[in-house]
């Protein structure tokens, strides 16, 4: 016996009305449950590309250095924006946030894995006018085009290791993160 199945073409077309059955069943149906919302600004500038992570080698550092003078001089290192408009804004302000030194407010406490003891981290302008962590700076005026914004970094001896001189040498890092902001 041959067990041949002769097609008559009615299964595509039973098989086209259940699927037209299942998108119209109410299960299916299609609701507005998935919605969008942004916020779309303007930015007078953008960051360079790799300035969202700068890093800062505060090279050596002498602990006798710090008993004669507190402090280091400071080490510069800029933040550099592509493209500003200035029809958009005219400045920036720029405010690094951290954990504060307890013996020395207004600076950067050390990082938890480091070596170092007795020392935090400064920050300043270029005309050497102290920038307090967790403080906003100054306006910054803006042109049109790109512009660099400086600071400079310095690390300083806590008062009371002086005294003591109980300055630990070793390996030292520090964390902060800025933010730009154009009034």
Known sequence: MNSERINTGQTPVIAALMLMALMQSPTTKAADN????GNLIAEPCTLRPGDDALSLD??????????????????LFQIHLEGC?????DSVTTTFTGTPNAALPGLLALDGGSVARGIALGLETPANV?????????????????NVIEFKAY???????IVDKSIKAGVFTATSTFTLDYP
């Open 58 to 75: 505060m090279q050596d550092v002498s602990s006798q250095e710090l008993y004669a003078n507190t402090r280091t001089p400071g080490r």
């Open 130 to 146: 102290p920038l307090p962590i967790n403080v906003t700076s100054d306006k910054q005026a803006l042109n049109d085009g790109d």
């Open 85 to 89: 408009d200035s029809s958009i804004t």
């Open 155 to 161: 690390v300083r001896a806590e008062p009371q290791a």
């Open 34 to 37: 998935l919605s969008f919302k």
